[in-house]
């Protein structure tokens, strides 16, 4: 395992040791001291409402060996002779912006190692594709992959802080604003670059569709002088862009299902529990099974079958971790309830594409009644009620049975469903959460199915964890 020393955070971050030695070595890294195990490193950072800096005494009391802290947090706090009395070992490094000193860190880190590097980024779909891509990666590599929604200006460089043995590693690229994928870019340095779509996610902070495809772009800007773009080809902003692109430099291999596309399926077979579909490559046939339902995840087995072919593992290795692959939690991720109800809990975020795509999920199931349990989708600004009505289009389309909402966005959801012919008998405004879990229970049955879906600070996992603890 290559070593990161004090010396060297010295040298990058222009940062100033406050005690300890210049010859420690960097360790697991955290910014959460609840998780912090024995000789550990912490890194604190100052929050809306409260200064993870000023932690720096809990962590070395739970076996901290170094601390990372904002200078202007701490110069004042810190008594040196009394960490040096009661934390012998402990070495304090002091920088001026521990979030720009933990990328200038990792970005070294990522320096060290001259191994394959998948960046995934796209308006939604991030999460499932870097799980599937890392499962078809699995078969030849071992593999590091971001973990949950480390996938943002802090959570990305703490991943690449995780390198150790790994020979592969897949990350997750997040933004809400211009440049912050090209931040992330810079430092995962990406030998290969997957987008899965532009849609309209965080479009309140970007404007356009046309600015969100800049911003997904900027993943190139750390893209290694030989890598290659891996985009779905099916989406119009990306497919627009493929055919105007004039960069000849640039290697693009296109995933699609509809647009004629380097890697495409036929006989495509989707149900509930998953889909298969049949491809040719290099002149042999081969049938594709994917253990979830749904377009999109045909989409996502068929980035990897490409990022699969580019780092060599054979087809019958990529079929394998294809039809093997596991979803991170809060993702489709469907499960029975205690009374026989299927729940589909995609509730850790929601922009207009992923709640399409989740509403034709449910409405191809076979069950006695289809419920959506829809709230509000944020960051979306001026473009708000239009997207949120767009939801109830969907909602009449594909045939569901009730809708329960909560928020006040997602009064423009029942708004359009009214208008497009759902009967208002069957929807149900709730005030909170607890109310949407009573409406559910009272509503609910044997054999229906339940789509829980809102951006995550709605916290619907809440709703989740109470459905399928009732009796």
Same mark, same amino acid.
């Given at each position: 395992?290559?070593?990161?020393?004090?010396?060297?955070?010295?040298?990058?971050?222009?940062?100033?040791?406050?005690?300890?030695?210049?010859?420690?070595?960097?360790?697991?890294?955290?910014?959460?001291?609840?998780?912090?195990?024995?000789?550990?490193?912490?890194?604190?950072?100052?929050?809306?409402?409260?200064?993870?800096?000023?932690?720096?005494?809990?962590?070395?009391?739970? =076996?901290?060996?170094?601390?990372?802290?904002?200078?202007?947090?701490?110069?004042?706090?810190?008594?040196?002779?009394?960490?040096?009395?009661?934390?012998?070992?402990?070495?304090?490094?002091?920088?001026?912006?521990?979030?720009?000193?933990?990328?200038?860190?990792?970005?070294?880190?990522?320096?060290?190692?001259?191994?394959?590097?998948?960046?995934?980024?796209?308006?939604?779909?991030?999460?499932?594709?870097?799980?599937?891509?890392?499962?078809?990666?699995?078969?030849?590599?071992?593999?590091?992959?971001?973990?949950?929604?480390?996938?943002?200006?802090?959570?990305?460089?703490?991943?690449?802080?995780?390198?150790?043995?790994?020979?592969?590693?897949?990350?997750?690229?997040?933004?809400?604003?211009?440049?912050?994928?090209?931040?992330?870019?810079?430092?995962?340095?990406?030998?290969?670059?997957?987008?899965?779509?532009?849609?309209?996610?965080?479009? =309140?902070?970007?404007?356009?569709?046309?600015?969100?495809?800049?911003?997904?772009?900027?993943?190139?800007?750390?893209?290694?002088?030989?890598?290659?773009?891996?985009?779905?080809?099916?989406?119009?902003?990306?497919?627009?862009?493929?055919?105007?692109?004039?960069?000849?430099?640039?290697?693009?291999?296109?995933?699609?299902?509809?647009?004629?596309?380097?890697?495409?399926?036929?006989?495509?077979?989707?149900?509930?529990?998953?889909?298969?579909?049949?491809?040719?490559?290099?002149?042999?046939?081969?049938?594709?099974?994917?253990?979830?339902?749904?377009?999109?995840?045909?989409?996502?087995?068929?980035?990897?079958?490409?990022?699969?072919?580019?780092?060599?593992?054979?087809?019958?290795?990529?079929?394998?971790?294809?039809?093997?692959?596991?979803?991170?939690?809060?993702?489709?991720?469907?499960?029975?309830?205690?009374?026989?109800?299927?729940?589909?809990?995609?509730?850790?975020?929601?922009?207009?594409?992923?709640?399409?795509?989740?509403?034709?999920?449910?409405?191809?199931?076979?069950?006695?009644?289809?419920?959506?349990?829809?709230?509000?989708?944020?960051?979306?600004?001026?473009?708000?009620?239009?997207?949120?009505?767009?939801?109830?289009?969907?909602?009449?389309?594909?045939?569901?049975?009730?809708?329960?909402?909560?928020?006040?966005?997602?009064?423009?959801?029942?708004?359009k469903a009214l208008e497009k012919g759902l009967d208002k008998n069957n929807i149900h405004i709730c005030n909170n959460n607890d109310d949407a879990v009573d409406v559910i229970k009272k509503l609910s049955a044997p054999e229906d199915a339940i789509l829980i879906k809102a951006s995550n600070a709605m916290n619907f996992q809440e709703i989740f964890s109470k459905i399928m603890s009732a009796p």
């Amino acid at each position: 395992m290559k070593q990161i020393y004090i010396k060297d955070i010295i040298k990058i971050c222009k940062a100033e040791l406050l005690c300890g030695t210049e010859a420690e070595t960097l360790t697991d890294v955290t910014r959460d001291t609840r998780e912090i195990k024995q000789g550990d490193t912490y890194i604190g950072f100052k929050g809306e409402h409260n200064d993870g800096n000023l932690l720096y005494i809990d962590a070395l009391k739970k =076996g901290a060996k170094i601390c990372i802290l904002q200078k202007s947090s701490v110069i004042n706090e810190i008594n040196v002779e009394e960490i040096k009395e009661k934390y012998k070992n402990a070495s304090i490094i002091l920088v001026e912006d521990t979030t720009k000193a933990l990328q200038e860190i990792a970005s070294f880190k990522r320096e060290m190692y001259d191994i394959p590097v998948v960046g995934v980024t796209g308006s939604v779909g991030k999460t499932s594709t870097k799980d599937i891509i890392a499962s078809v990666m699995a078969k030849k590599f071992n593999v590091l992959k971001t973990l949950g929604n480390y996938n943002n200006q802090i959570g990305l460089p703490l991943t690449v802080l995780r390198l150790k043995d790994e020979n592969v590693m897949v990350v997750e690229m997040g933004m809400n604003m211009p440049n912050e994928i090209s931040t992330l870019s810079k430092i995962a340095k990406p030998t290969i670059a997957v987008i899965t779509n532009v849609g309209t996610a965080h479009i =309140g902070n970007l404007g356009s569709r046309e600015n969100i495809l800049k911003a997904k772009l900027e993943i190139l800007d750390g893209l290694k002088e030989d890598g290659v773009l891996v985009i779905n080809n099916d989406n119009d902003m990306l497919h627009n862009w493929y055919i105007s692109n004039t960069n000849k430099n640039l290697k693009v291999i296109t995933f699609g299902m509809e647009n004629k596309s380097d890697i495409m399926p036929y006989n495509v077979e989707l149900s509930e529990n998953g889909s298969t579909y049949k491809i040719d490559v290099d002149g042999k046939t081969y049938k594709v099974t994917i253990s979830v339902g749904g377009n999109h995840f045909v989409l996502n087995s068929l980035c990897a079958i490409a990022v699969g072919r580019i780092l060599n593992i054979e087809m019958e290795d990529i079929l394998d971790g294809i039809a093997n692959f596991e979803l991170t939690k809060r993702r489709m991720q469907v499960e029975k309830s205690p009374n026989n109800v299927t729940i589909i809990n995609d509730c850790y975020n929601a922009n207009y594409d992923s709640m399409k795509a989740a509403l034709e999920y449910l409405g191809k199931i076979n069950a006695k009644k289809k419920i959506a349990v829809l709230g509000d989708m944020l960051e979306l600004g001026n473009y708000s009620t239009e997207l949120h009505e767009k939801v109830g289009e969907e909602v009449v389309k594909n045939n569901i049975d009730i809708l329960i909402t909560v928020g006040e966005e997602a009064k423009h959801i029942v708004s359009k469903a009214l208008e497009k012919g759902l009967d208002k008998n069957n929807i149900h405004i709730c005030n909170n959460n607890d109310d949407a879990v009573d409406v559910i229970k009272k509503l609910s049955a044997p054999e229906d199915a339940i789509l829980i879906k809102a951006s995550n600070a709605m916290n619907f996992q809440e709703i989740f964890s109470k459905i399928m603890s009732a009796p």
